[in-house]
T-cell receptor, first 114, second 115 residues
Framework: GDSVTQMEGPVTLSEEAFLTINCTYT??????LFWYVQYPGEGLQLLLK?????DKGSNKGFEATYRKETTSFHLEKGSVQVSDSAVYFC?????????????FGQGTILTVHP | EAGVAQSPRYKIIEKRQSVAFWCNPI?????LYWYQQILGQGPKLLIQ????????DSQLPKDRFSAERLKGVDSTLKIQPAKLEDSAVYLC?????????????FGSGTRLTVV
């Protein structure tokens, strides 16, 4: 079935450092791809999405490009802030008969130090 | 617009007790989801409703978990009896339609601790 693999964490960076969190997927066809963020003690928030191959999703300085050649959707930010400390999840629709279901990666914990 | 509301935020119970969680989706959202998020893992779907009908409950442990969505609005998820491994955050989400092309909106979750 469709699946997502995220890079192992946690990731610890200093403020203003460059961030990359890797995500690769296995899917039938070209589903939408998502990055969700979960701040401490909160639910998941949609950070950005891309609905077709070669699309770039962006929000709050974060970007991710839907690359079908490498089946990847890596999350990047040029200069992280302490407030970006959170858990980041890559996700895609489960596919097949599981219409509406999202399959999530295991999450990557990001900690940004001043 | 108001977000997805969940209550309670936290719950601690002993094993073999019962517990119920409540969710009020965004107004007008026909599709409602319950996810279970165990510490250190991504959320996993327990059940999906379309209006007040069940679309997918294949991952719901039906011997102890039950869920309902009366009148196609609010939903309740119940666990009876609870086990230690049910300790997790229970997330409710809703979307306007059953497709997931644009993602959907999650509530803040209920953190359950079973002792």
């Amino acid at each position: 079935g469709d699946s997502v693999t995220q890079m192992e964490g946690p990731v610890t960076l200093s403020e203003e450092a460059f961030l990359t969190i890797n995500c690769t997927y296995t899917a039938t066809g070209y589903p939408s791809l998502f990055w969700y963020v979960q701040y401490p003690g909160e639910g998941l928030q949609l950070l950005l999405k891309a609905t077709k191959a070669d699309d770039k999703g962006s929000n709050k300085g974060f970007e991710a490009t839907y690359r079908k050649e490498t089946t990847s959707f890596h999350l990047e930010k040029g200069s992280v802030q302490v407030s970006d400390s959170a858990v980041y999840f890559c996700a895609l629709p489960a596919g097949g008969t599981s219409y509406g279901k999202l399959t999530f990666g295991q999450g990557t914990i990001l900690t940004v130090h001043p | 617009e108001a977000g997805v509301a969940q209550s309670p935020r936290y719950k601690i119970i002993e094993k073999r007790q019962s517990v119920a969680f409540w969710c009020n989706p965004i107004s007008g959202h026909a599709t409602l989801y319950w996810y279970q998020q165990i510490l250190g893992q991504g959320p996993k779907l327990l059940i999906q409703f379309q209006n007040n009908g069940v679309v997918d409950d294949s991952q719901l442990p039906k011997d102890r978990f039950s869920a309902e969505r009366l009148k196609g609005v609010d939903s309740t998820l119940k666990i009876q009896p609870a086990k230690l491994e049910d300790s997790a955050v229970y997330l409710c989400a809703s979307s306007l339609d059953p497709g997931v092309k644009d993602g959907y909106t999650f509530g803040s979750g209920t953190r359950l601790t079973v002792v």
